[in-house]
């Protein structure tokens, strides 16, 4: 399994451009989430899935939009691209209770987005 | 979901046990613990989680007070490996899809 998988790595925008951040898990997971990380913080929840075609808001969803068609997919779009969306984002996915639940939520390796 | 209180950064020597507190005195009947770290630029990484009783996997062993007002995560031979941001969240269980991280712990493992 390859786990979470986040493209692109690194990405550097101008104020206005809108891009996706593409998010995939091969683990067969209901969930799905975006969190952000600014320089010093924790993690901050922007959008969830509970699975295909549900999507729901996190603490901070202003300025992203997501969509969830498959199971295995999870991408999250930035309209209108700010400076103060300069933050590293990492996707997670975990599975639904039920036989053999681990309670565990994966995380991918994050892409590193810079506006300017 | 319950708040968490952890000291902003511990030192550790090498092969010595750590152990890095957490508070969580408003955490409801139905919240279990959960840890996390992060290691530099990584995604978290789960580390072990529990209700009421005391738990250990092979990375860490948790601790939770009778009272579940507190918690203490035990890396019993911290390696340099193990320096990272180690988070305590409070949530019920198959919820984690939603987290709700703090700031953590930075840990320094020393030489």
């Known amino acids: 399994n390859a786990g979470v998988t986040q493209t692109p790595k690194f990405q550097v925008l101008k104020t206005g451009q809108s891009m996706t951040l593409q998010c995939a898990q091969d683990?067969?997971?209901?969930?799905m989430s975006w969190y952000r990380q600014d320089p010093g913080m924790g993690l901050r929840l922007i959008h969830y899935?509970?699975?295909?075609?549900?999507?729901d808001q996190g603490e901070v969803p202003n300025g992203y939009n997501v969509s969830r068609s498959t199971t295995e997919d999870f991408p999250l779009r930035l309209l209108s691209a700010a400076p103060s969306q300069t933050s590293v984002y990492f996707c997670?996915?975990?599975?639904?209770?039920?036989?053999?639940?681990?309670?565990?939520?994966?995380f991918g390796p994050g892409t590193r987005l810079t506006v300017l | 979901d319950a708040k968490t209180t952890q000291p902003t950064s511990m030192d550790c020597a090498e092969g010595r046990a750590a152990n890095l507190p957490c508070n969580h005195s408003?955490?409801?009947?139905?919240?279990?613990v959960y840890w996390y770290r992060q290691i530099h630029s990584q995604g978290p990484q789960y580390i072990i989680h529990g209700l009421k009783n005391n738990e250990t996997n092979e990375m860490a062993s948790l601790i939770i007070t009778e009272d579940r007002k507190s918690s203490t995560l035990i890396l019993p031979h911290a390696t340099l490996r193990d320096t990272a941001v180690y988070y305590c969240?409070?949530?019920?269980?198959?919820?984690?899809?939603?987290?709700?991280f703090g700031k953590g712990t930075l840990l320094t493992v020393n030489p």
């Open positions: 997670a996915s975990s599975p639904t209770p039920g036989t053999g639940f681990t309670d565990t939520q994966y």
């Open positions: 969240i409070v949530g019920i269980r198959g919820s984690n899809y939603k987290l709700t």
């Open positions: 899935s509970v699975g295909a075609g549900i999507t």
């Open positions: 683990m067969n997971h209901e969930y």
């Open positions: 408003t955490i409801s009947g139905n919240e279990y």
